[in-house]
């Protein structure tokens, strides 16, 4: 019988969870005992994937249950932190399982800044690691057969399930050991494994043959489906489908076999005979082709054996007739086996690290409900605020209640000195300034950290272009454009908030500017106050007047409802309620939860009564308002008016005005503070995300470079042939304008390229020289017989038509090599050499006065004088 097939486990390179988690954990958590259990427990995690991949594993069940409580805790750990690109960027990197690698590189490997990767990836070392565990157990007795049939469905439930979610999990193609068509034959492998354990078994047990039949005919039609996806898989090893077929034919030889065996105990002899006739075939088929990866002699000798005795008792007692292979009735199939369902937690000693966390998704739900209830909050103060702020620029208008109180025309009214106590306690006027001086500061800082975040998106995503449009098709991760789109629109609101905040500033500014002489004036001594407060008449008639009486009843009364309004806003904004409970209680009861409804019922119960008591305050200040205008009128009407008191009462509103324009600003400028404050963290946290993924990207960055390298590596490519220069150009001119003397050997010409040069013709014969061409003594030797173009007749045609007088018994010059000849590097000029006959290696340089002759030509005549001497190349 063949072996059992196992799959390799895929390996991974270490990453770092402490740190980039931890970080996580203390920008949201306070400093608390839940904060440092996090960060214990992410120490744990981090341990934990050491355990189940930093190191080889153990064929034992010991060993797939620490990957099964791995991938347990990233399933737990994934709705909890937000795992991604642009936020909790951290990369994993797997190798190909099946990928061995080549010559120049290694095997092939992904890497993905995305936790559903890592866990597909886990999985499938769950799926492998329990096909070889399984192919260990001795398959001899019970406990055995039945720990590999669990750990084979095991393994197929979890091919299967990759199979299922690969591509939704993420967000690029995947290597292709987990890709959905391989994945889906090694759980077709793993399933019919499962039902060959579930076969010898029932073998061991000795069932009825009926069952046993459709046990192994059940087993033959999973491996024929696991044969028919393999056969066409390049990546797969190459002895899984010669495996296969061999196994499928021997799973239908059993189900033969034994359906046979049923035969004949139903006497139907001549069935018995076919099945074990057609059984016997495909013996021959499996021993002639797969010999070399399964031992089926036993088996061939037991059907053998048994169609002997089955044909020698037909041919002397039953006669019955044997009916062809392909009449008889088909064997039945009993499947026993199904891939495992994957439900989380897998492992029995499960226990989630990160129990107390609250899940992403109840995050980002109380994110929401927060930004809804601070929305009522402001939306509440900010109505009581705008109203107070109404009323007592109405009623410094007015001139009151200064005007009530300063009825002798020459002390300062008690209300105007309880102002600048209250101005002077609060640091007068050089605290408001020193508010006013720290924004600016401030709001540059704040400017300086978006700006720097925004730099580091800005470059790194200059280099992904630049790389893109280098490396084209080769370049396939997402692109940082589309991957910062949060991050860019996130600080798109920060600069908004940042340009609203300078407008508020200016106004602030401006504001003071116009106020800032009266806000001086009540930082003054009450007898420096006295003296700058112009006097007038007396009015000390109305003291006693009932309109007097009416109007500081209704001032009393608006005095009470400011400080009612103080009591509301503290208590509108000490509501406090916990809504994690009830959105993990919806989340308990269903996968989505309605965040709106639940919000609004709780806001609404909280604060409907604050905002009813707002109403009503607003109500009553309209009421009390246009009862003070009215009485106001009439006092006014009672007062004697002359200019000095006119001028008095315009003093006493402006400096009733600048108090109330001082308190405004200084709580502006004090929620200004700490807005610019609070800005500061958040935009430090902005940085630290934008810095996060720009070194992943940068990392992940690297290893794509490396990745393209190693493919542009294996690429073949044709040499580059440089084009001549004008020196080579030239030097082919020369050379087709000299000629040589005729009683020597003409030298080839040296070939040099050209950008349009046509293709070289073929090569001839070698020249021969017969023997009666002996060459004479040198003295014998005629001189040389040539014309020679000299310097002053550059006309390539008569150079052209220039020619030289054969030597007898020679054979026309040897051309050229029929293939271009290195012509050297751009711009090389070769050093001066001796004169040579032949010629060659002259590289067209001309004869120099100082240099000394070179070696005489054999066989021909002496060489001529240095001035006569043509230009050979």
Same mark, same amino acid.
């Given at each position: ?93 797997w190798k190909d399982a099946f990928d061995k690698g080549s010559l120049f590189s290694g095997p092939a490997k ?205 041919d002397f007692i039953y006669h019955d007739r044997v009916p062809e292979s392909k009449d008889l009735d088909r ?240 208590g509108i904004r000490s509501v406090e309620f916990d809504m994690t409970g009830t959105f993990l209680s919806a ?121 393209? /390298? ?5 690429? #073949? &490519?044709?040499?580059?042939? %440089?084009? =001549?220069? !004008?020196?080579? $150009? *030239? ?39 017969? /023997? ?5 003594? #040198? &003295?014998?030797?005629?001189? %040389?017989? =040539?014309? !020679?173009?000299? $310097? *002053? ?52 340089? %001309? ?27």
């Open positions: 019988m063949a072996t059992f097939i196992s799959v390799p486990l895929k390996k991974s390179e270490d990453v770092d969870l402490v740190k980039p988690l931890s970080k996580f954990i203390t920008s949201i958590y306070a400093v608390s005992e839940d904060q440092t259990d996090y960060i214990r427990a992410v120490d744990e995690l981090n341990k934990l994937r050491k355990s189940a991949l930093g190191r080889p594993l153990d064929k034992h069940e010991r060993s797939l249950e620490i990957l099964l409580r791995y991938y347990d805790q990233l399933c737990a750990a994934e709705p909890k932190f937000p795992f991604s690109e642009n936020q909790l960027c951290l990369t994993f990197t992904l890497a993905l800044a995305n936790v559903s990767y890592e866990k597909t990836c886990v999985l499938f070392n769950v799926g492998a690691l329990a096909s070889q565990i399984a192919s260990e157990q001795n398959l001899g007795n019970d406990e055995g057969r039945r720990t590999a049939a669990k750990l084979y469905q095991l393994a197929s439930g979890t091919f299967c399930h990759i199979r299922d979610t690969v591509l939704s999990a993420l967000s690029q193609e995947p290597t292709v050991d987990i890709s959905p068509d391989i994945t889906s034959a090694l759980s077709h492998i793993m399933l019919a494994q499962a039902q060959e354990v579930f076969f010898l078994k029932a073998t061991a047990d000795r069932m009825k043959s009926a069952i046993i039949a459709k046990l192994a005919n059940q087993a033959a039609d999973l491996y024929g489906e696991a044969c028919r996806q393999c056969q066409s898989k390049e990546n797969v090893p190459k002895e899984f489908s010669p495996i296969l077929a061999a196994k499928h034919c021997i799973m239908q030889v059993y189900a033969e076999y034994h359906q046979s065996t049923l035969a004949k105990q139903q006497q139907k002899f001549g069935e018995e005979i076919a099945r074990l006739q057609y059984a016997t075939s495909l013996m021959k088929t499996v021993t002639s082709r797969y010999n070399e990866y399964v031992n089926v002699k036993e088996l061939s000798d037991k059907i053998a054996r048994a169609l002997t005795a089955a044909k020698k008792d037909n064997i039945g199939k009993a499947s026993l086996v199904k891939p495992t369902a994957i439900q989380v937690p897998m492992s029995q000693k499960f226990t989630d690290l990160f129990q107390k966390m609250v899940p992403l998704a109840v995050q980002q739900y109380l994110s929401v409900y927060n930004q809804r209830k601070a929305e009522i909050v402001n939306r509440l103060i900010g109505t009581m605020r705008e109203a107070s702020s109404l009323c007592s620029g109405v009623l410094a208008s007015l001139n009151l209640p200064a005007a009530l109180e300063d009825l002798s025309g020459d002390s300062i009214p008690p209300s105007i000195l309880e102002k600048s106590r209250s101005i002077i306690q609060q640091g007068g006027q050089e605290s408001i300034e020193q508010l006013i001086k720290n924004m600016p500061d401030m709001l540059q800082r704040n400017k300086e950290i978006l700006d720097e975040s925004l730099r580091m998106l800005n470059e790194e995503e200059s280099t992904d272009s630049e790389l893109r449009t280098n490396f084209g098709q080769h370049w396939i991760r997402k692109p940082s454009g589309e991957l910062y789109k949060p991050l860019r629109t996130e600080g798109m609101n920060f600069r908004s908030l940042l340009d609203k905040a300078l407008q508020s500033d200016s106004l602030l500014r401006e504001r003071y500017a116009v106020h800032s002489p009266m806000i001086a004036l009540l930082c003054k001594s009450e007898p420096e106050l006295r003296a700058a407060i112009p006097s007038a008449n007396p009015a000390k008639t109305l003291q006693g007047n009932e309109v007097v009486g009416n109007l500081r009843a209704l001032l009393d009364q608006l005095d009470e409802m400011k400080k009612e309004r103080g009591r509301i806003e503290s989340l308990a009861q269903g996968s989505t939860i309605d965040e709106e409804a639940l919000s609004t019922r709780q806001l609404d119960s909280s604060y409907g009564g604050y905002s009813q008591e707002v109403q009503k305050s607003l109500k009553t200040q309209e009421e009390l308002l246009v009862n003070v205008q009215t009485l106001h009128q009439k006092f006014s009407g009672m007062k004697q008016t002359s200019a000095e008191s006119i001028q008095r009462e315009e003093v006493m509103k402006k400096l009733a005005s600048a108090y109330d324009s001082y308190m405004e600003m200084t709580t502006n400028l004090q929620e200004g503070t700490k807005f610019y404050g609070d800005l500061t963290v958040i935009l430090l946290k902005f940085q630290n995300n934008c810095s996060d993924i720009v070194f992943a990207r940068k990392t992940e960055l690297d290893d794509l470079l490396k990745v393209i /390298q190693q493919t542009l590596a294996q690429e #073949p &490519s044709a040499p580059s042939i %440089p084009p =001549a220069t !004008t020196d080579q $150009a *030239s030097t082919t001119t020369t050379t087709s304008t000299s000629t040589s003397p005729p009683s020597r050997p003409i030298p080839a010409p040296r070939t040099v390229f050209s950008q349009n040069k046509p293709s070289p013709p073929p090569r001839p014969p070698p020249p021969s020289i017969p /023997q009666a061409a002996k060459s004479p003594p #040198p &003295s014998s030797i005629p001189p %040389p017989q =040539a014309s !020679t173009p000299t $310097a *002053s007749n550059p006309d390539p045609a008569q150079a052209s038509s220039t020619t030289s007088v054969e030597t007898p018994g020679l054979t026309s010059p040897a051309q050229g090599p029929p293939y271009p000849t290195y012509q050297g590097h751009p711009g090389f000029f070769p050093m001066p050499m001796g004169w040579s006959p032949f010629g060659y290696g002259q590289y067209n340089m %001309p004869y120099l006065p100082y240099q000394s002759l070179g070696q005489v030509g054999y066989p021909a005549a002496a060489p001529p004088q240095p001035q006569n001497q043509p230009n050979y190349p």
